[in-house]
């Protein structure tokens, strides 16, 4: 996909905004919604870092702004963080692996999974708990997808659901499992020779910021049921995102 510089720089700023909020919403998201369109415009190696820069600034920025002291559970960080170490390593070399189309079809195959998975959680299987033990694999398959797509959300997201989070515990463990291993994703993309930054990244740290205010306003003046609906339906458009950069590749 091929735009005009002026032009594909709004897009982008417009993109990383509503990536923004949503992230603020629900405590990931951020990358299901950029990463198709991203991929498609700049390049996946780009995007990967553009999404890594971008999000950490709204993630901190989610956990500076909040009304009362964050309060991840310690335990669950540190059981996703720690798994995701192996994983991360090798989502490095997928990312240097994969041809640019295949990489794309490997996103846009990855969000219409978190799609499913997310009307999954809606259901009543929402109110299964699982064992501790099962944060071995979804830190694993986490962080493979965190290094070669950015989108190490919904293995964690699924994970954590099932821990019997209550949504804020939930949103600040999601936050600061993204905060602890961003120094090994970054290391783990530089080993592979990946780390490559989109020239114009510094105007979308300022659309992340922007969306991250917003965002914060709307969680705190939706309710639960309401802005899950927003986050399901802006994730399904991501979907339709992914299918349609590939077709006009």
């Given at each position: 996909?091929?735009?005009?510089?002026?032009?594909?720089?709004?897009?982008?700023?417009?993109?990383i905004f509503v990536s923004a909020i949503l992230q603020s919403l629900s405590g990931f998201g951020f990358?299901?919604?950029s990463a198709p369109l991203l991929a498609a415009t700049i390049g996946g190696a780009e995007a990967v870092s553009t999404i890594i820069i971008t999000g950490t600034v709204c993630d901190v920025a989610i956990l500076a702004m909040r009304r009362s002291?964050?309060?991840p559970v310690a335990r669950e960080v540190w059981a996703l963080a720690g798994w995701s170490v192996p994983g991360m390593l090798a989502g490095a070399w997928l990312l240097a692996w994969l041809p640019a189309s295949g990489l794309q079809i490997f996103v846009a195959c990855v969000v219409?999974?978190?799609?499913?998975?997310?009307l999954r959680l809606r259901s009543r299987e929402r109110d299964v708990v699982v064992r501790p033990v099962w944060a071995v694999p979804a830190g694993l398959l986490s962080g493979a997808l965190s290094t070669s797509t950015s989108l190490g959300g919904p293995p964690s997201v699924y994970y954590l659901v099932h821990r019997d989070l209550k949504p804020h515990a939930?949103?600040?463990t999601l936050v600061t499992v993204s905060l602890v291993r961003l120094p090994l994703s970054v290391a783990s993309l530089v080993l592979a020779?990946?780390?490559?930054?989109?020239?114009?990244w510094l105007p979308l740290v300022g659309a992340a910021l922007l969306g991250q205010q917003v965002g914060a306003r709307a969680f705190h003046a939706f309710g639960s049921s309401r802005y899950e609906r927003?986050?399901?339906c802006l994730l399904v458009v991501s979907a339709l995102v992914s299918v349609g950069a590939l077709l006009i590749r």
């Open positions: 996909m091929h735009l005009d510089g002026g032009i594909l720089l709004g897009a982008l700023f417009g993109l990358a299901l919604l002291v964050p309060r219409i999974g978190a799609v499913v998975l997310r939930m949103r600040d020779g990946t780390w490559v930054t989109y020239e114009y927003v986050v399901l």
